[in-house]
C-alpha cells in the first residue's frame, strides 16, 4: 500500500524550485513549524541554528558539488549534523535534552533539502543521496510498515504520537533513514520523494 502510494504520488511529483541566495537558505529551512518546534526546547535554539548556517552554507554547497555517491553524502550530513550539535551543547549545556541527536539531524536534513531546492545551489547528482527530514509527518506512515522494511521484528516502535526527542541515537536515525530508502527503492523514486509526499497528507 506505502509502495503503490509513493509511485501514484511520484507520477505527479515535481521537485521545488525556487530562487534563493545561499544567505537566504537558513532562513527557508527553518521556517514555521521547525522555528516552533526549536523554540518550545530552548529559547534561541532557532537563532543558533541559523547562525550556524549561516557561516557554514557556503561550504556545505561546495561540498555537495564534489559528492558522488551514498558514502560521502551521509559523511557530509554526520559532520555537520554533529557540529551543530556540538554548538547547542556548548551554548545551551543547562538544557542539554535540546540537542537530541535526531533533532539536530531534522534540521541538518532540511536544510540539505532547502540547498537542493534553489535553483542557485542545487547539485543535480544529490538529490537521490538526500535524507529524509524525521519528524511527525515522516515518521507517522512508517508505523504499520517499519519492522518489515528492515527486514526483522520488533527493530523500531513508532508511536502513534511522535513525542519531542524520539529519534535520540544515530543506531534509531539509520534505522529509520534505512527503512525509508528501501520504501523509495521499491517505489522506483529518489528518497526525498517520500519527504515532499508526508507533506501532503
Not at 513549524?33 to 541554528?49: E, H, N, Q
Not at 510498515?145 to 502513534?160: H, K, M, N, Q
Not at 543506531?171 to 508526508?198: D, M
Request: hydrophobic residues 45%.
Amino acid at each position: 500500500m506505502a509502495v503503490s502510494a509513493l509511485v501514484d504520488y511520484a507520477g505527479f511529483f515535481c521537485l521545488p524550485s525556487v530562487d534563493l541566495a545561499p544567505a537566504d537558505i537558513a532562513r527557508s529551512s527553518v521556517a514555521g513549524a521547525c522555528t516552533k518546534s526549536l523554540s518550545r526546547k530552548c529559547a534561541g535554539a532557532a537563532d543558533m541554528y541559523r547562525t550556524w548556517a549561516d557561516q557554514s552554507v557556503p561550504s556545505l554547497i561546495k561540498s555537495m558539488r564534489y559528492v558522488i555517491n551514498q558514502e560521502q553524502y551521509d559523511r557530509l550530513v554526520r559532520k555537520a549534523g554533529l557540529d551543530l550539535l556540538r554548538i547547542w551543547r556548548d551554548q545551551s549545556p543547562d538544557r542539554l535534552a535540546l540537542a537530541a541527536f535526531g533533532e539536530a539531524f531534522r534540521v541538518i536534513d532540511r536544510l540539505f533539502m532547502s540547498i537542493n531546492e534553489s535553483q542557485a545551489c542545487r547539485s543535480g547528482a544529490i538529490q537521490g543521496y538526500l535524507h529524509v527530514p524525521l519528524d511527525g509527518a515522516t515518521l507517522k506512515p512508517l508505523r504499520l510498515c517499519v519492522d518489515e522494511l528492515l527486514g526483522r521484528d520488533f527493530a523500531v516502535a513508532i508511536p502513534s504520537v511522535i513525542p519531542p526527542g524520539f529519534v535520540s541515537t544515530e543506531e534509531l536515525y539509520s534505522l529509520l533513514e534505512e527503512a525509508i530508502f528501501t520504501l523509495a527503492a521499491r517505489a522506483g523514486v529518489p528518497p526525498i520523494v517520500y519527504a515532499y509526499y508526508c507533506q501532503e497528507l
